[in-house]
């Protein structure tokens, strides 16, 4: 809920009018499922593509876009920020009902361990302790109080339609090399994760803290899940995350059921959890990689499979991973498949899949598992 404030004198009974009749005529936002998400890569995009691609994300029915929010395109020299391209996409998203999942990374160059000459992201910063400010900037333009939203109260007499961020993301798979370069460190990232914590609570006392979405093999006994537990990391989170991939529907949950039973050993069996990612690819190698068809169908039966178990597994919420292919056949990594769409665009069967999926509705014709898919994802 929101108040467009008009231009009158303060303190009549003409503003508290002018403040009803704005609240009463204002368009309500289209209706979307937060627990349901895709991942999206819109930061920095040009408006008319940030806007088709937002209508297109809002048919699905999901209400969570995880988007990678770089810091180094937000603080371009040591305490500026530049919140231009954010404010653009958090707009274009509530316009539509939906809400974004910001999931920082990107170490300005300034602040990073990077080597002169390297490229990639998964730089951590050179002292945990860099990211503190930005994450406490962050909730404090667009928190619950965020100046973004340009309210006089919380959440009442706001300048923009109000729906804050509540949920922030800190860092991407940091328990495999590929995002973390320095070489992967639960205490290093241990440290990060609490500064984090605490500028992201320092902005915004109510803010959610997404642990880093971690790979399946965190699942396993000693991994890195536990590390971080025996570290002390629970005290820096308020949610669970995991990245759970498979090759099969029971490939899926088992890993889940996995990460849940380490949660309960470490008496945090009380926390929740968000699937930050998990899907099915078209291209490159993996057991979970298949036809356009068995991707359809695996995605469907996944996504009502993660609904139906969600007070079992204790799930917040599960984002699709990913909206549309990031190559066209040049390289061989299965993420660059694992798009509901092409890279030029064109949809894929899993697109209407998963629209039918968020919605509860039966899959499209021939989009099951046991007629779309062979035997090793039949599980």
């Known amino acids: 809920m929101y108040f467009h404030v008009m231009r009158v004198r303060t ?54 876009l995880r988007e990678h929010l770089f810091w180094d395109r937000i603080e371009r020299s040591p305490g500026v920020f530049d919140w231009a391209d954010t404010d653009a996409m958090v707009a274009a998203a509530q316009a539509r009902g939906m809400t974004i999942l910001p999931v920082l ?9 990077r080597p002169a000459g390297s490229t990639g992201d998964g730089w951590p910063p050179r002292e945990p302790g860099m990211i503190t400010r930005f994450a406490q900037e962050l909730t404090k333009r667009y928190g619950t109080n965020g100046t973004y939203w340009g309210c006089l109260l919380p959440g009442l007499l706001c300048r923009r339609p109000y729906k804050p961020i509540l949920a ?24 990060l994760l609490a500064a984090a914590y605490n ?11 997404v642990i880093a979405g971690l790979t399946i093999r965190v699942g396993d006994p000693g991994s890195y899940l536990e590390q971080l537990y025996n570290l002390g990391a629970a005290a820096y989170f308020d949610t669970m995350a995991l990245h759970a991939y498979g090759g099969s529907i029971g490939a899926v949950t088992g890993v889940i059921r996995r990460v849940r039973n380490i949660m309960i050993a470490k008496n945090d069996g009380a926390t929740p959890m968000r699937i930050t990612e998990y899907g099915f690819a078209t ?14 169908a695996l995605i469907y039966a ?16 599960i984002n699709q991973f990913q909206w549309r292919d990031a190559a066209t056949g040049t390289t061989q990594g299965w993420p660059n498949y694992a798009g509901m769409l092409y890279f030029d665009g064109t949809p894929k069967p899993s697109l209407a899949a998963y629209t039918e999926a968020v919605a509860g509705r039966p ?7 046991p007629l779309a898919c062979p035997a090793l994802n039949q599980g």
Request: net charge neutral; charged share 15%.
């Open 11 to 64: 303190g009549t009974f003409a503003t508290l009018c002018c403040v009803l009749i704005a609240l009463a005529s204002a368009p309500a936002a289209s209706a979307a499922d937060p627990y349901h998400g895709v991942f999206a890569t819109d930061m920095s995009n040009p408006p008319a593509r940030l806007a088709a691609d937002m209508d297109a994300y809002a048919r699905t029915g999901a209400g969570t």
């Open 105 to 113: 990374v990107g170490t300005p160059a300034f602040y990073s361990t």
């Open 199 to 209: 500028g992201l609570k320092a902005g915004d006392s109510k803010a959610e803290v």
């Open 283 to 296: 291209g490159g190698v993996r057991e979970w990689v298949g036809t356009p068809a068995c991707q359809a």
């Open 302 to 317: 996944t996504t009502r499979e993660l609904v139906l178990r969600k007070a079992e597994f204790g799930l917040k919420a």
């Open 168 to 191: 922030y993301q800190v860092w991407n798979e940091p328990d495999i090399a590929a995002w973390w370069r320095t070489g992967v460190n639960a205490g290093q990232y241990n440290a």
């Open 363 to 369: 899959p499209p014709p021939g989009q099951t598992v």
